[in-house]
Nanobody, 116 residues
Framework: HVQLVESGGGLVQPGGSLRLSCAAS????????LSWYRQSPGKERELVGL????????HYADSVKGRFTISRDNAKNTVYLQMNSLKPEDTAVYYC?????????WGQGTQVTVSS
């Protein structure tokens, strides 16, 4: 049974940090491109960060460059998103995604709220 389970979301003050985790089961992530997306009310889901299957290249949305870092631990079958200097506009549901060829898996999402 293929599953992606996100954790680590919550309420944080502006300027704070959170680390999201996404644990995969039912498949091995080492050959997959892994991404984090987010969606806030009334907006389309947007790509936040991507790490390719070799782990050597990453890509970030302009809005999070220099603040967010995506990483992967193939031994733990887990992908992470370290979020620093959080802003109210980072408030959203964050989803992890694993993609390879025709396989495209999504997690259920975790809420991140940045507010004082």
């Amino acid at each position: 049974h293929v599953q992606l389970v996100e954790s680590g979301g919550g309420l944080v003050q502006p300027g704070g940090s959170l680390r999201l985790s996404c644990a995969a089961s039912g498949f091995i992530i080492s050959n997959y491109h892994l991404s984090w997306y987010r969606q806030s009310p009334g907006k389309e889901r947007e790509l936040v960060g991507l790490i390719i299957n070799t782990g050597s290249n990453t890509h970030y949305a302009d809005s999070v460059k220099g603040r967010f870092t995506i990483s992967r631990d193939n031994a733990k079958n887990t992908v992470y998103l370290q979020m620093n200097s959080l802003k109210p506009e980072d408030t959203a549901v964050y989803y992890c995604n694993a993609r390879r060829s025709l396989n495209n898996y999504w997690g259920q999402g975790t809420q991140v709220t940045v507010s004082s």
